[in-house]
């Protein structure tokens, strides 16, 4: 099994900055992606940004420009630093990962972690 624990987020002003932290531990051979969601209040969870074992990326254009995605050394980590904080940040983040917990071609364990409330004040 494999465990994402989260770290990071609270409450904001309107352009402040957040980072959040996620670390994968447990029977892991290679993470192939790893990605952050957010679920604002009464809307779907959706893909805000997103990683690559090989460091492609990807933003939602919601925040483009603001967030960046990255991980870490060990590649079990990954981050997400949030600038120019908006109110329409509000939500509860989400931390994902696809990938192998042994070798070979396609992956076998997709987990989520726990969230992380963030709330962005005006």
């Known amino acids: 099994q494999v465990h994402l624990e989260v770290s990071g987020g609270g409450s904001v002003q309107a352009g402040g900055s957040l980072e959040l932290s996620c670390v994968a531990s447990?029977?892991?051979?290679?993470?192939?992606?790893m990605g952050w969601y957010r679920q604002a209040p009464g809307k779907q969870r959706e893909l805000i940004a997103q990683?690559?074992?090989?460091?492609?990326?990807y933003y939602a254009d919601s925040v483009k420009g603001r967030f960046s995605i990255s991980r870490g050394n060990a590649k079990n980590t990954v981050y997400l630093q949030m600038n120019s904080l908006k109110p329409e940040d509000t939500g509860v983040y989400y931390c994902?990962?696809?990938?192998?917990?042994?070798?070979?071609?396609?992956?076998?364990?997709?987990?989520w972690g726990q969230g992380t409330q963030v709330t962005v004040s005006s």
């Open positions: 447990g029977s892991i051979f290679n993470i192939n992606v």
């Open positions: 994902h990962a696809l990938g192998n917990s042994r070798p070979g071609a396609r992956p076998d364990f997709e987990t």
């Open positions: 990683i690559t074992s090989i460091g492609h990326t």
